[in-house]
């Protein structure tokens, strides 16, 4: 208990400097305006924003990022409530209630209960990430090359699981993502590989050009080609605070609401884009009166908000103490710490204490600093709801071109960005999602430097992989899982539940 609160007065003292503070917020408003503004989601964001980190240092940098995150996902419930459109892909449940009790005049209630959910739940995976950090680190100590190849397999084939649409498609996509990031020269021999002749890819693909061409570029296209109807609110916000009969209601959906959202947020493959649904199913399965969701039930906005935002902030476990990322957001992570030099996993915390500790400390600051931005501002929101997306997408793409030409000074990135731009925007027409496949893309070289080491180490043997008991173990959850969802009654029943 010492050392934990130790530990955490380390957090605060490095969070609560000037400089960190003040980029805290700016990731915080930054992410709750990209939440508000439906089209442009926290991927695309911080996959614009990773050129301009590169002056900062790496944990003010790191703190800004997931800033963002966070704050996205109090942004989206914004624009869920007031405008029945969710601004980000976990705000899709809060629209069912949060919409209708905005027509009811109820807006401000609405709001003021999502705020409050999700700082509750953002304060209990704060304390939930600083008491599993320590112990997850001492075990992913123990691991060694086969472990940790068997862990990244694991965490590919939740992603494959935990994908959104067909599984045979989420596997191409990871496929695509490993084939990816095998381009460039081989670290051992020195022989280019798929580089295709062009120059500028022997160092093979640049991760912000990737991530900015298939989340940024792709994502302002499709939005362009759909046509917006955005339905505000018209009726006055109301007040903010909850009655006392408000609170009585959301009491146990936000208390059950954190504790889903906090243990799916740490399976890998985006399980805390499922914390939500779980929370919403739950809420209305215990009901005494289930018909009374869909129609302004306060429990439908009060327990998804806080799995929403819990989900969110665990899912910076895996990422920090074993260097996994969950889901696309996280793998954005990898990248930014890549770039400062920073290698994700258990060292962080032994050799960055600082970074780690900070961070921690940050996401309570960042998560009092949203209810401070979001409540008082609600009435500018709801202003910048009403500008057409085609107004800002002009600025949104001369602002990624500026980002990325400013890494390396090249012009050839720019247009390797439009390339995979264009990549990116035919995938989602056919119906392929983009995330498993920037999974799969950063998690290509570790995968593959991992499966060297433990084939020099076991001399050429592949069986160390089963004779490890760990690694064994890891191997049989992954194949087990895939089995089971390639099962006809579970594709058929977790695709009606992507579908709903």
Not at 470 to 498: C, N, T, Y
Request: hydrophobic share 50%.
């Amino acid at each position: 208990m010492e050392a934990f609160l130790g530990n955490l007065a380390l957090g605060f003292g490095v969070a609560l400097t000037l400089n960190n503070i003040f980029l805290c917020f700016v990731g915080c408003m930054v992410g709750t305006l990209i939440g508000v503004l439906p089209g442009v989601g926290p991927i695309a964001t911080i996959a614009m924003l990773l050129p301009i980190t590169f002056g900062f240092d790496p944990t003010g940098a790191l703190i800004m990022l997931a800033g963002i995150y966070y704050g996205a996902q109090y942004g989206g419930s914004t624009t869920a409530i007031l405008v029945n459109i969710p601004g980000e892909a976990t705000s899709v449940v809060t629209v069912l209630d949060g919409h209708q009790m905005a027509k009811q005049g109820r807006a401000g209630v609405a709001l003021g209960m999502a705020a409050m959910g999700s700082f509750f739940a953002g304060t209990v995976a704060t304390l939930f990430i600083a008491a599993l950090g320590q112990p997850l680190t001492k075990l992913a100590q123990l691991f060694g090359p086969a472990e940790y190849f068997s862990l990244m397999i694991m965490g590919l084939v939740f992603a494959v699981v935990l994908a959104r649409g067909s599984i045979l498609k989420a596997m191409c996509m990871i496929l695509l993502g490993l084939l990816l990031a095998t381009v460039g020269t081989d670290l051992e021999t020195g022989q280019e590989r798929m580089t295709l002749g062009i120059q500028d890819l022997s160092d093979g693909v640049d991760f912000a050009v990737l991530a900015m061409g298939i989340f940024g570029f792709a994502e302002i296209v499709r939005n362009l080609e759909n046509p917006e109807t955005r339905d505000v609110v018209r009726a006055a916000i109301g007040r903010l605070w909850p009655s006392k009969d408000d609170f009585r209601q959301s009491y146990f959906p936000i208390l059950r609401g954190t504790l889903i959202g906090a243990v799916l947020g740490i399976l890998p493959g985006n399980g805390a884009v499922l914390g939500p649904f779980a929370s919403y199913t739950v809420e209305k399965k215990i009901a005494k009166d289930p018909k009374r969701f869909g129609r302004g039930a306060i429990e439908g906005v009060a327990g998804p908000e806080s799995a929403n935002n819990a989900g969110a902030q665990t899912a910076f476990i895996p990422l920090l103490t074993l260097g996994i990322p969950p889901n696309a957001v996280m793998a954005l992570m990898v990248g930014a710490m890549t770039i400062h030099g920073i290698i994700p996993g258990p060292q962080v915390m032994t050799k960055n204490p600082e970074l780690f500790w900070g961070m921690v400390a940050s996401m309570w600051i960042g998560n009092l600093m949203l209810v401070i931005i979001n409540l008082p501002l609600i009435g500018l929101w709801v202003k910048l709801l009403q500008v057409p997306y085609r107004m800002m997408f002009p600025a949104i793409m001369i602002f990624c071109c500026i980002g990325i030409y400013s890494i390396n000074n090249s012009t050839s990135d720019v247009l390797f960005t439009a390339f995979f731009g264009l990549v990116g925007y035919t995938l989602l027409k056919f119906g392929f999602e983009p995330a498993p496949m920037l999974l799969g893309f950063v998690l290509g070289k570790l995968m593959e430097e991992k499966l060297r080491q433990a084939l020099i180490l076991s001399r050429g043997s592949f069986s160390t992989f089963i004779e490890r008991p760990v690694s064994a173990g890891l191997l049989l959850v992954a194949v087990v899982m895939l089995a089971i969802a390639l099962l006809p009654s579970i594709q058929k029943g977790r695709d009606e539940v992507f579908t709903e």
